[in-house]
């Protein structure tokens, strides 16, 4: 289970209307400390949500669909996954 969520980007997203989507990525941040270094993390899944807290399901490179509506969305931006 993870420790924590951090932010770990956002970019933009068009439906085939020309409606522009915000997506962010999150990333789970689990414990991995050791006797040596109690406080170390490390980066485990990463999920995409819209601006206002839909899923986002990785279709493809630069294809996505948000999850409870099922429209798909694209994006050129160099920090989409």
Same mark, same amino acid.
């Given at each position: 289970?993870?420790? @924590? *969520?951090?932010?770990? +980007? /956002? $970019?933009?997203?068009?439906?085939?209307?020309?409606?522009?989507?915000?997506?962010?990525?999150?990333? @789970? *941040?689990?414990?991995? +400390? /050791? $006797?040596?270094?109690?406080?170390?993390?490390?980066?485990?899944?990463?999920?995409?949500?819209?601006? @206002?807290?839909?899923?986002?399901?990785?279709?493809?490179?630069?294809?996505?669909?948000?999850?409870?509506?099922?429209?798909?969305?694209?994006?050129?931006?160099?920090?989409?996954?």
């Amino acid at each position: 289970m993870p420790q @924590d *969520i951090r932010l770990d +980007g /956002t $970019f933009v997203a068009i439906d085939s209307d020309g409606r522009e989507y915000l997506i962010d990525i999150h990333a @789970d *941040i689990n414990d991995a +400390g /050791t $006797f040596d270094n109690p406080n170390a993390t490390s980066e485990g899944l990463k999920h995409l949500k819209t601006r @206002d807290g839909y899923s986002v399901n990785h279709l493809g490179k630069g294809k996505y669909e948000i999850v409870q509506t099922g429209i798909v969305i694209e994006s050129n931006d160099p920090g989409a996954p």
